[in-house]
């Protein structure tokens, strides 16, 4: 099982910014995929998650309001539309996958770097 995350950039602060995850080579349907983010110097933290088969989002407080997490089941792809971007959300963000009857998130993209300016 391979998760390709693209979509992250440098941008000014306000702006909006797509990120995509595409899992490939999955044999089972996940449980919950979800984007993290790792910002220098800080420990890696939940950004959005979203229940596979029911499409229930869970939003950090840091981000609620202002990102907004979406899957397309057909292409076993999740997104994270993050709009009015702070400074403070620059990290590199990775997807995971949480697989059904695992506590824990086992399989993670290689991340993409969210740059913004103010």
């Known amino acids: 099982v391979q998760l390709q995350a693209s979509g992250g950039g440098l941008v000014q602060a306000g702006d909006s910014l797509r990120l995509s995850c595409a899992a490939s080579?999955?044999?089972?349907?996940?449980?919950?995929m979800g984007w993290f983010r790792q910002a220098p110097g800080k420990e890696r933290e939940i950004v959005a998650t979203?229940?596979?088969?029911?499409?229930?989002?869970f939003y950090a407080d840091s981000v609620k309001g202002r990102f907004t997490i979406s899957r397309d089941s057909a292409k076993n792809t999740v997104f994270l539309q993050m709009d009015s971007l702070k400074p403070e959300d620059t990290a590199v963000y990775y997807c995971?996958?949480?697989?059904?009857?695992?506590?824990?998130?086992?399989?993670w993209g290689q991340g993409t770097q969210v740059t913004v300016s103010s």
């Open positions: 995971a996958v949480r697989r059904p009857g695992r506590d824990n998130y086992s399989i």
């Open positions: 080579g999955l044999t089972f349907s996940p449980l919950i």
């Open positions: 979203i229940t596979w088969g029911t499409g229930r989002p």
